[in-house]
């Protein structure tokens, strides 16, 4: 992963703990809210990782775009597959989402292809 993308990460868990540390019940209960939609339910948390991305890039929210892509690779999904999810996204948002699919895909060119052997180290 690209150094810009551990920044994000850290960024992300950094920011994340501070929030929570905050105490504050309603912006805690949606952090849960957030965490338990993704787990493994009837639809298993690969595709709901999936769905976070299509819904993010019609949402047109480049932070929620870039940790969803980076899940999906940890999930496994090829350029393919994440292609037809962009395919997906723009049908449902337009021509608006294509500035988000660029960035999508360049973020994309950092993250090591689940074909290529390289994986994922977890972090």
């Known amino acids: 992963m690209s150094d810009s993308l551990d920044e994000f990460r850290e960024f992300r868990e950094r920011m994340d703990e501070e929030i929570r540390d905050a105490g504050n019940l309603t912006v805690n209960r949606f952090f849960a809210l957030d ?54 996204a723009l049908v449902v948002g337009g021509s608006i989402v294509i500035p ?16 290529d052997g390289a994986g994922s180290d977890g972090d």
């Open 35 to 88: 965490d338990r939609a993704y787990r493994d339910g009837a639809l298993d948390a690969s595709t709901k990782e999936l769905l976070g991305l299509v819904a993010s890039m019609v949402l047109r929210c480049d932070d929620c775009i870039t940790y969803h892509l980076v899940r999906c690779r940890e999930e496994g999904f090829t350029d393919e597959e994440l292609f037809e999810a962009f395919s997906v």
């Open 100 to 115: 988000h699919l660029r960035r999508a895909v360049d973020t994309l060119d950092d993250l090591p292809d689940p074909g």
